[in-house]
């Protein structure tokens, strides 16, 4: 899928958002490694997660070369829930609103119908992450709350700041839209067709 849109500014560079293969993981890996403070794994893994978790995955490309990752899965104990792993933007493709539109283009995916929730891990100061998953949990009417999780002395022997557990409940939000569309009356039908 390909974005061409432009605004009154600015136009938005050609950026295409698709689903990983297995030959995206070194070039996954490579991206990772150019987004301190991320986490690096090994390339394996990366390798893996194109490979078995392309469904719950999107990496964005442009010219060829990838500049965008959000990774993640859907714990077996929480068929509801979306776990994002990391989000990374490559340094040249930032200011450009591209975590945003990989994170809706993939929780808008078909094979994620059945998912309510998003879950992920931020640390207190990671500013970006906050901004990001807040404001997708505005746009889309979700409840987002937070609790430590993963924590600085119990997991993590000083090492790692705390992380906190992110849950941004859509159920709500889709309860009420399922609800307005059932009372919407039939002339209200007729004009939504006519428009």
């Known amino acids: 899928m390909s974005d061409t849109s432009t605004t009154p500014k600015t136009r938005r560079p050609n950026v295409r958002l698709r689903k990983p293969t297995v030959e995206d993981g070194s070039d996954v890996w490579e991206l990772i490694s150019t987004c301190k403070p991320l986490d690096e794994n090994s390339m394996y893994f990366n390798l893996i997660q194109c490979d078995h978790f392309a469904d719950t995955c999107i990496l964005a490309e442009r010219e060829g070369q990838i500049v ?9 104990e929480k068929p509801d829930a979306l776990f994002v792993w990391q989000v990374a933007v490559s340094p040249e493709a930032r200011g ?11 929780f808008d995916r078909p094979e994620l119908a059945e998912v309510t929730r998003i879950e992920t891990t931020i640390t207190r100061d990671n500013k970006p992450s906050w901004a990001l998953f807040r404001a997708f949990a505005n746009k889309r009417g979700g409840t987002l709350t937070h609790a430590p999780h993963f924590e600085r002395g119990a997991h993590f022997d000083g090492a790692h700041a705390t992380e ?7 159920s709500e939000a889709a309860q009420r839209s399922v609800q307005a569309s059932a009372h919407a009356s039939p002339q209200d039908h007729s004009q939504q067709h006519a428009a």
């Open 164 to 170: 906190y557990l992110v849950n941004i409940d859509f």
């Open 68 to 76: 965008g990752w959000i990774s993640g899965h859907i714990p077996p």
């Open 96 to 106: 450009l609103g591209l975590a945003g539109r990989m994170l809706r283009a993939l």
